[in-house]
């Protein structure tokens, strides 16, 4: 008779510390796959503790709390599937980023992170330990071997489990999304399929935990690196995976290989995943913003209403005297659109007020930068009594351009919560705009069609803090900045670099000047969704006060 195997892989979104709710969805989903017939289900790299835990690991009530968190799933999962689950493990003075199987009521096996990540978001090394290369594990006919993560983007975990007898590879990840990341993991896997000869299970989280989103995509591979499984991307999944054993060993079974949409859709998806979870899991339902009636502003409305539902967010317009009435017409066709609510606070009685507070300490100046930037921070008070008042979370709406070069005003326009397009900079926006007005999938809540008018997308982008502002009077035009700032920050570029490639070299060296001088407000910024492997914060730590530059 042929011998089968079926591994039910739980692509689930957990929550981060919340350890009875995660160990709920885990349960959960060891039933759905009994009743598929499951001999195993399988949960994602540290799904009980959530990820990333970072330093609330160290606490050794935390780890203590989860381990008991596994040890109660071992015995309430005694009668049936194998369950696979990743969470700490701490004893004997050591601290492993581990993946727990239960058995017949029991904890069976304990496999610990060999090769712990050091680099971009990831500092695992501060945390945990590096554990030992581990044998696999037997559940029913199938002998498994299980690097986590990491593990398996380097060749000799999986190549010492293919030596001591695995059948199958099982990698749970704890995987975050950037742009064109699902190549990167595809890659790494086809290797190790090739090095081994065996199949291989990859395994993924899903959802937003702080800057971080889980994009899922799982996916399960042949050797010769045959896709024969493929999960979506962003959404929870249950996959049952039948595998057969052969005359050459153990394959899987052809199952459904759902497509991946573009990175277009991908960084938007991103975007509303990594805003929606950050509220639900942070206890919020409601989300307010100042709405300008320029493009920044309109596409956070537009993934606001995706993520939680037109009826949750509320948008405010702070006119001042600099505001043009187009903008105004422009603010309430993006709020008409996308059916928020829309209320329109002016700023000129509270300008006056702090005008004739601050004029015999500002006697004999002339007018600058300063009363520029009053405005913006009288918006931020009014905006940030609003949340206080109602209990809906400030969202802020600096694109990764003016966050890299400081075009905005710490304690003003970039007071909030949480800023969505924080890692777009300014050119994708504008596409990004384009993108979701022809385009609309089942998991947005905003309603079909043009959200946001060409006319926001196409008008010269402007502050208004001052009569006929434009953007570009402080700024190189927007492709322009965007390909130094590309180049300055995603690429580590020299200055000479550019100029090599036909950029003004004086041009250049006031953009890096303008990226170290505001380190600082990076550093008190609100989070946003990671859609680049540079965006800022973990990804790119630099020090807020530097002094050197280079002399290129």
């Not at 058995?103 to 712990?116: D, P, S």
């Not at 950037?178 to 790494?188: E, I, N, V």
């Not at 100042?290 to 939680?308: H, M, Q, R």
Request: glycine share 8%; hydrophobic share 40%.
């Amino acid at each position: 008779m042929e011998e089968r195997f079926r591994l039910t892989l739980a692509q689930l979104n957990p929550t981060t510390g919340a350890l009875a709710e995660n160990a709920a969805k885990a349960r959960a989903a060891w039933e759905e796959g009994r009743r598929a017939g499951a001999d195993m289900v399988a949960l994602p790299e540290m799904f009980l503790a959530g990820y990333q835990v970072q330093d609330l690991v160290l606490k050794p009530a935390f780890t203590a709390d989860a381990m008991a968190q596994v040890e109660a799933l071992a015995r309430e999962c005694a009668q049936g599937p194998a369950l696979g689950i990743g969470a700490p493990f701490a004893a004997h003075g050591h601290l492993y980023n581990a993946y727990y199987i239960c058995q017949n009521g029991a904890v069976t096996a304990r496999i610990f992170k060999h090769h712990l990540p050091n680099d971009g978001v990831f500092d695992e090394q501060r945390v945990y330990d590096s554990g030992p290369i581990n044998g696999p594990y037997t559940v029913g006919p199938v002998r498994i071997g299980t690097p986590i993560c990491e593990d398996a983007w380097f060749e000799d975990v999986a190549e010492a489990l293919a030596e001591t007898g695995a059948g199958i590879l099982l990698v749970p990840n704890g995987s975050p999304y950037h742009r064109s990341k699902a190549d990167l993991r595809l890659s790494h896997m086809v290797a190790r399929v090739v090095e081994t000869g065996l199949p291989l299970a990859y395994l993924n989280l899903v959802g937003g935990q702080d800057d971080q989103v889980f994009d899922g995509g799982s996916f399960v591979l042949n050797p010769g690196g045959e896709l024969a499984v493929q999960a979506p991307v962003f959404d929870e999944a249950m996959i049952h995976v039948d595998f057969t054993r052969t005359d050459r060993g153990w394959r899987a079974e052809t199952g459904a290989r759902a497509v991946h949409p573009d990175e277009w859709e991908q960084d938007y998806r991103a975007m509303v995943v990594a805003l929606g979870d950050y509220l639900a899991k942070s206890g919020f339902s409601r989300v307010l913003l100042g709405l300008s009636g320029g493009v920044d502003s309109a596409l956070v409305a537009a993934i606001a209403a995706d993520a939680i539902g037109p009826g949750n967010v509320h948008c405010v317009m702070l006119p001042s005297e600099y505001t043009s009435p187009e903008s105004l017409e422009d603010a309430a066709a993006v709020a008409r659109a996308l059916g928020c609510r829309l209320d329109e606070v002016p700023i000129d009685g509270p300008r006056a007020a702090v005008t004739q507070a601050l004029a015999p300490l500002f006697a004999g100046t002339a007018p600058d930068i300063t009363e520029e930037n009053i405005q913006s921070r009288l918006r931020g008070l009014i905006l940030m009594a609003l949340s206080n008042k109602f209990g809906a979370m400030l969202l802020t709406t600096g694109n990764k351009s003016e966050v890299a070069v400081g075009y905005a005003t710490i304690y003003g326009d970039m007071a909030g919560g949480y800023n969505p397009i924080k890692d777009l900079y300014k050119t994708r926006v504008f596409q990004t705009c384009r993108w979701r007005n022809d385009n609309h999938r089942d998991w947005m809540q905003g309603p079909a069609g043009e959200v946001i008018p060409p006319r926001v997308i196409d008008k010269p982008p402007s502050a208004e803090l001052r009569p006929d502002q434009k953007d570009e009077d402080s700024l190189p035009p927007y492709p322009v900045l965007d390909a130094i700032l590309e180049g300055l920050i995603d690429r580590d570029c020299a200055i000479a670099d550019l100029v090599a490639e036909g950029f003004d070299r004086d041009t250049v060296k006031r953009v890096e000047r303008l990226i170290y001088l505001s380190e600082y407000k990076r550093f008190q910024s609100a989070p946003g969704a990671r859609l680049t492997p540079r965006a800022f914060w973990l990804d790119r730590r630099y020090p807020i006060v530097n002094r050197w530059r280079d002399p290129g």
